[in-house]
Structure formats: C-alpha cells, structure tokens
C-alpha cells in the first residue's frame, strides 16, 4: 500500500491515540515510505495535531536524490555508493516532500587534499506536474587539524546528522552503535560551542536526542536480564508504540522539527 501510495503521490501519515497500542512499529512504514508523519495523541488535542499536519502540503513527489563526492572524500551513510571513476555517488529515493522535509548525508576524507567538490542533484515532480531537476555545486575546504576543522561548525547539521543516523541504526536494532552515534554526535558539538547559535543547537540536540535514548536504553537494560537477540524481528517485538514512534520520527526530523524542541 504504501509503495503504491508514493507512486500516486499520495502521503500517509499514522495518528494514534495515547495508551492505544495499534502497532505503530508496523503501521509506521506507511509514513516512513511516503513521506508522512507518526504521531500519538491525546484525544482533545486530536484536531490541532490533524491540522498541522494538513498546513504542511506535498510541494515535490517521487524525489530522487543523488549525491556526489569528488576526489578525496567518500560518502559516509547506510545507502549503498557506486565508484565512478574518482567520485562516490549514492542515491536516495526520498519520495513525496514537503517545505520541511530535511534528509543529510556524511563525507569522510579518504586522502590529504585542499578541497572536495560535492554535488547534489534534485528530481522530482511539482504537483502541477512539471518535472524538475535542480543541481547544486560545491567545493568544501578540508583540513587535517580538529580545532581548525571544529572552529565554526553548523551545529545544527551536525547534530540532525547524528540523529537520523542513529535512528536509522536503531530502527536495524542496532542499539549500541546508534547510542554510540548519539554520544559521539554530543561530545563534537561540546567541543565546537563557540557562539549562541552553537549553543542553541546543542540544547535542541539533548532534548531531541533524549527520545531516542530513553527507549534505547531500555532495551538494553532487558538484553541484560533476558539475553540479547540481535535478530531484526526481535529488535521489532520488542519496541512499544512509543518507541516506534520515537524511531520514526528522528529518522525524518526536520530542521524545523529540531528548533522547536517539540
């Protein structure tokens, strides 16, 4: 269903009520694929939650993204790369989109050089049906030196970097490695907060990343008593509907998402 509903275009998006257990781990795949949102509700709050989710409209469908490393970098992410000549490319079917729709890719330096050219490419279709395609062209600078490297970082793409990663790690149950990645992702932004916005950024991270982590750790804290079964099944049974949700949600969290701390 959901497959066929990014083909038409069409966004799902799954709304639970709180206490209800409807099996959002499964359900939530339907969001996941076509670009929609999870969310679980109090029932007198159930009409301002569709609302803002109906003021946020489709403006692009069938997404494709491709992303392009030069000489000198490799693409850090779990979407399978292809070698083309000196360059990595790796392709992300992100399906419909709205305004707020945010998705982040890694580099990571593989030889000593100035600069590495990047460049991402856009196609999708508008609702009117015009088709476009949008490319981006940059030359990042590189260094070998941390402090210089960590001197003026964009904290907030930093820290939603680590977050989609670790959800995705987390969604596999992989859950020391996502915990890891958050942990990770929290000590570079505490080295390189410099300014306010750095700061800012920082507090957005632990609030967010805190919904993530609490389940997770968790989870871990039953492998202890029980066992540990590394199966993906049994990483699926054994999240709730607020896990699930929690899941969902970081892997697709936008930037807008992330400011407001919500």
């Not at 939530?28 to 946020?56: F, N, P, R, W």
């Not at 693409?75 to 392709?91: H, M």
């Not at 750095?198 to 389940?215: C, M, R, T, W």
Request: net charge negative.
């Amino acid at each position: 269903i959901a497959r066929r509903a990014a083909e038409e275009g069409t966004c799902i998006s799954i709304v639970t009520m709180e206490g209800e257990e409807c099996s959002m781990e499964n359900l939530g795949i339907c969001a996941d694929l076509t670009g929609g949102q999870v969310e679980m509700v109090e029932m007198q709050s159930l009409s301002t939650k569709v609302g803002a989710l109906l003021a946020d409209p489709i403006v692009g469908t069938g997404l494709e993204v491709t992303f392009i490393a030069g000489d000198g970098a490799s693409i850090s992410s779990d979407l399978p790369t292809l070698s083309k000549g000196s360059a990595c490319v790796a392709t992300h079917v992100a399906g419909n989109v709205t305004g707020k729709t945010t998705a982040t890719f890694g580099l990571a330096a593989t030889a000593e050089t100035m600069a590495v050219p990047v460049q991402l490419q856009l196609r999708f279709t508008r609702p009117n049906g015009e088709q476009v395609l949008q490319v981006l062209t940059s030359c990042r600078p590189t260094t070998a030196q941390r402090d210089e490297a960590e001197a003026d970082i964009n904290a907030t793409c930093v820290a939603l970097s680590g977050i989609h990663m670790a959800a995705r790690l987390a969604q596999s149950g992989s859950y020391q490695a996502a915990r890891a990645q958050l942990i990770s992702t929290s000590r570079l932004l505490q080295r390189a907060m410099h300014t306010l916005p750095h700061q800012e950024a920082y507090l957005s991270f632990i609030v967010q990343a805190e919904k993530l982590d609490g389940f997770m750790r968790e989870r871990e804290a039953q492998e202890q008593v029980f066992g540990t079964d590394n199966t993906h099944s049994s990483a699926q049974r054994g999240r709730d509907d607020d896990a699930s949700r929690a899941m969902y949600q970081m892997k697709s969290l936008s930037k807008q998402a992330f400011e407001a701390r919500a």
